[in-house]
């Protein structure tokens, strides 16, 4: 756990994080510009580029910072599949005077157990980060979590992890394996008409915009944090010609990918 400090490089982590901010300020996390006040808890996930501007005298907080290792001793605790750290969506919680309370005593003791010489303070942390994930997971409202045992939202839930999980795209010699909706269909035994009206009917997209958005926003950060060119990117998207990459990029965002990274 260390106090705040600036991370000015829009780049990826190889770790997962945890901030308690206090003042103004505008964190970028992949595309989104997110602007925050006041008392903030926030999640990072590592696959997803972030940085924020450069901070205030006035502002103040900490973080802590830890690998998925961390957690794979007596701890099985799957954090790429927790639901605050999903890559797509960041959650970002503003804290009201007791929940700022709650959640500044427990980075308090994860300061003074980092700091001390106890046997198994680490032991402890692993419990704390949890409280942190737990207590933030009670803020969100029970309408935002799918429910199981609707056919539709199970069916949703299950194509959005399996699109999730072919990113992010980190090295050149990464491919995308599933591109079409029915190849995820057929991943998940079912037919893709019934795949795209559970997905329509749950989102109110089609199973091809979901796709379609999500290769659109790793090409973006690829132009933008890689010095790649078109045509690696294209390949590593699965585009066959990057004609065909430069069309799709066009559709998405209204100017061509070398426009783009200029921006």
Not at 62 to 81: G, H, P, T, W
Not at 158 to 163: C, G, H, N, S, V
Request: charged residues 25%; contains cysteine.
């Amino acid at each position: 756990m260390r106090k705040s400090e600036e991370f000015p490089i829009h780049i990826r982590r190889n770790f997962f994080k945890i901030m308690l901010f206090s003042g103004e300020n505008t964190f970028r996390y992949g595309n989104q510009n997110i602007k925050v006040s006041g008392n903030t808890l926030m999640f990072f996930h590592p696959n997803i580029p972030y940085s924020y501007q450069p901070l205030s005298a006035i502002t103040k907080g900490a973080f802590c910072v830890f690998k998925s290792e961390f957690f794979q001793s007596n701890y099985k605790l799957d954090l790429d599949n927790l639901s605050l750290f999903k890559s797509s969506n960041p959650p970002i919680f503003k804290l009201s005077k007791t929940s700022f309370q709650e959640v500044e005593n427990l980075f308090s003791k994860m300061l003074r157990e980092v700091q001390g010489d106890y046997i198994y303070k680490y032991d402890l942390i692993r419990n704390y980060v949890s409280e942190l994930y737990f207590l933030a997971m009670k803020w969100i409202p029970p309408e935002n979590f799918f429910q199981y045992g609707d056919a539709s939202k199970r069916i949703t839930m299950i194509f959005t992890e399996l699109l999730e999980q072919q990113f992010p795209i980190q090295y050149k010699s990464d491919k995308l394996k599933i591109r079409l909706p029915n190849e995820y269909a057929e991943k998940m035994f079912v037919h893709v008409n019934y795949l795209n009206r559970c997905v329509k009917k749950v989102t109110g997209k089609t199973t091809s915009q979901h796709l379609f958005e999500r290769i659109g926003t790793e090409a973006k950060i690829l132009l933008k944090h890689t010095d790649w060119t078109i045509s690696e990117i294209s390949e590593t998207l699965g585009f066959g010609d990057p004609a065909h990459f430069n069309k799709f990029f066009k559709k998405q965002t209204g100017i061509n990918p070398t426009s783009f990274r200029l921006v």
